[in-house]
Every structure is written in structure tokens, then in C-alpha cells.
């Protein structure tokens, strides 16, 4: 059974610094590409990110690039997502997703998704 488990959302400052964790059981990252994903109360959701299985290439959208930085470990089976410079429009539930190889080119293409993880920027 596969499960992806996300980790490391809370509260944090304007300006502050998250770093999110998927824990993948089930698949080996090896041969999957992670999506991070946001979804915002009332709005669609947003791919913010997506790292490669086949050349670890990565993706960034536009609203986040420059400010988030995912990695993978492959020995621990866990994709991160570091946040910094968070700003009030990054609020949302967080989640990581998984697709064979490669990033898929819509949200729809990931065949695993994770509960999510709820990341709030207040001051």
C-alpha cells in the first residue's frame, strides 16, 4: 500500500522559514517524481513544485520561484520542501504527490497523493 505523509507545516511570520518533509512507504522515490501542491480555502490548487525521478530536474511555479527550494533523499525515501520568505499569500494545505518518473504536466497526471499539511503565515 502506498502512502505519502507530509510533515513540518505550522505557523510562521511573514519572512519566516518552513521546511516540509514526504515521507513515501510503499513506492521507492527512486522511481517517482514528487509534486508539491497548495490548496487555499475558496481557490483551485496550485503545483507549486515537482522534482524528477529520471534526471532530478525540477519545477518551480512562478509564485514560488526563487523563494522554494525542493531536494529529495533517496536513502530516507523523503522529498523536502524548503520554504523561505513566506509571504500572506502562501497559506494553504500542502500536499506531495507521486508520479512514475517524471513530473506530469497536470495536476491530474499523479497516480498517489498525501493527507497534507497546513502551512499558515500570520504575524
Known amino acids: 500500500q502506498v502512502q505519502l505523509v507530509e510533515s513540518g507545516g505550522g505557523l510562521v511570520q511573514p519572512g519566516g522559514s518552513l521546511r516540509l518533509s514526504c515521507a513515501a512507504s510503499?513506492?521507492?522515490?527512486?522511481?517517482?517524481?514528487i509534486g508539491w501542491v497548495r490548496q487555499a480555502p475558496g481557490k483551485e490548487r496550485e503545483g507549486v513544485s515537482c522534482?524528477?525521478?529520471?534526471?532530478?530536474?525540477?519545477y518551480y511555479s512562478d509564485s514560488v520561484k526563487g523563494r522554494f527550494a525542493i531536494s529529495r533523499d533517496n536513502a530516507k525515501n523523503t522529498v523536502y520542501l524548503q520554504m523561505n520568505s513566506l509571504k500572506p499569500e502562501d497559506p494553504a494545505v500542502y500536499y506531495c504527490?507521486?508520479?512514475?518518473?517524471?513530473?506530469?504536466?497536470?495536476?491530474?497526471?499523479?497516480?498517489?497523493w498525501g493527507q497534507g499539511t497546513q502551512v499558515t503565515v500570520s504575524s
Open positions: 504527490a507521486a508520479n512514475k518518473w517524471s513530473c506530469p504536466g497536470a495536476l491530474r497526471g499523479y497516480d498517489w
Open positions: 510503499g513506492i521507492t522515490l527512486d522511481d517517482y517524481a
Open positions: 522534482i524528477s525521478s529520471v534526471d532530478g530536474s525540477t
